[in-house]
Every structure is written in C-alpha cells, then in structure tokens.
C-alpha cells in the first residue's frame, strides 16, 4: 500500500505561504492539508478560502480542506472553489452527514469524513458507499504540535476493516502527533495518507529532510 504525505500548512510560516507550498511541492509531497478553523468548533481560527485560492496556482498538488467548522455546509462549496479537490467535513458538526456529503461530491470534489479521537468507527458505517477518505484524528483537533494518542489506532485499524469490507477505494488519514517515530505504527494499523504539520515545517534540517524521514519510517 503506498503511503502519501500531505503536509498541514497550520505549521507554516504564515507569512510566506505560497512559498512553503512550493518548498513541499518541491520536497516529494503528495498533498496540501488546509486545516480550517472557525474558532467556535474548536478555539481557533486559521484559513479563508481566498487564501486557499491565492496558494493553488503556485503548485501542482492536491489540495484537501479539513473543515473544522460548526457550518460545513456553508463552507464547502467556497473551498471547492477556491480549488481543493478534496473537503473533508467532522461527522460531529454535520446531523444530516449523508446530505453534507452528497452535496460535496455533487459539487466536483471528494468528500469525506473526520472522526475525532472519541468518536466511534460504527458512526459513519452507513455513509462508507459514498466517501472518498476517512480522517481518523490521533489528537483533539485544535492546534498543531500535540501528542500523538496511540490508542486510536485501534480505530484506525476497525476503519481499515470497514474500508476492506466494502471493497471500495478508500483513503484512511490521519492526523495529529505524526513524526518518524509514530508514522510507522499508524500505517501498521492501517493508514495510507499522513498528515504532519510540525514536523515538517519544524524540522530542523527543513521540509525536504523531514519529508525523506517520514516516508523511511513507513
């Protein structure tokens, strides 16, 4: 199984975006992670889509919007347009998840759904025949630079199961604590794509090094 690593640019230097997205293009990385936050789901606030926008003709990556809002359904289709190919919405935010979803792909994207840390796998087993991804988060969502939680990958690899089981293609995230050192147990349960944030952008010897890294310890 191939595993991609996309980059979250909440580490980046803000300041500078456009050129950290092209420092990863450039690095070997396989998507941009756009972490959106709205302040009220969780406490704190990060990209707009006209940020978004501004960075997507600079490089040939896959865009992927998390949407950490209370209102996805509103926000959606602006991160579409602003170029994500990929929107990835919290099945705690979202009563009609099934609507939210269909909705995603009617617009042109691949949709797909998050699990925090406490939410269980059974929750989106009536949605599996129309998602894309499945974002499994190893840290309450929020901020950059957590620790990873290794039992959640007891959930990861209970989606892995569900994904199996359908027979379909399915993306299984994860995201929150990923460095070389937990990289290769989350993919042992299961996942296929890697967000990091901090250790990318942290890592002293830059993007390049610590992408080379990750992709070794898997």
């Given at each position: 199984m191939a595993v991609e690593i996309a980059p979250s640019v909440l580490a980046a230097d803000a300041s500078r975006l456009g050129e950290e997205c092209q420092a990863i293009a450039e690095a070997g990385a396989h998507r941009v992670h756009?972490?959106?936050m709205d302040g009220v789901f969780v406490p704190n606030l990060t990209f707009g889509p006209d940020v978004v926008a501004a960075?997507?003709?600079l490089v040939d990556l896959h865009f992927e919007a998390h949407l950490m809002v209370v209102k996805p359904d509103e926000l959606a289709p602006l991160y579409i347009e602003a170029g994500c190919d990929t929107?990835?919405?919290h099945a705690e935010t979202c009563p009609h998840l099934h609507r939210s979803l269909a909705a995603?792909?009617?617009a042109g994207a691949r949709c797909?759904?998050?699990l925090n840390p406490h939410t269980p796998a059974s929750s989106i087993s009536e949605v599996m025949p129309m998602i894309d991804e499945v974002l499994v988060m190893t840290?309450?969502?929020?901020?950059?630079?957590?620790r990873y939680i290794a039992s959640v990958e007891l959930k990861i690899a209970a989606v892995r199961q569900m994904i199996d089981d359908s027979g379909r293609s399915i993306d299984l995230e994860v995201d929150g604590g990923?460095?070389?050192a937990t990289a290769g147990t989350a993919v042992g349960a299961g996942a296929n794509v890697l967000v990091a944030g901090s250790a990318v952008f942290g890592h002293r010897d830059g993007p390049a090094i610590a992408i080379k890294e990750l992709s070794a310890s898997v």
């Open positions: 756009w972490d959106v960075c997507r003709p929107v990835l919405i995603i792909a009617e797909g759904v998050v840290v309450n969502p929020g901020f950059g630079g957590q990923i460095t070389a």
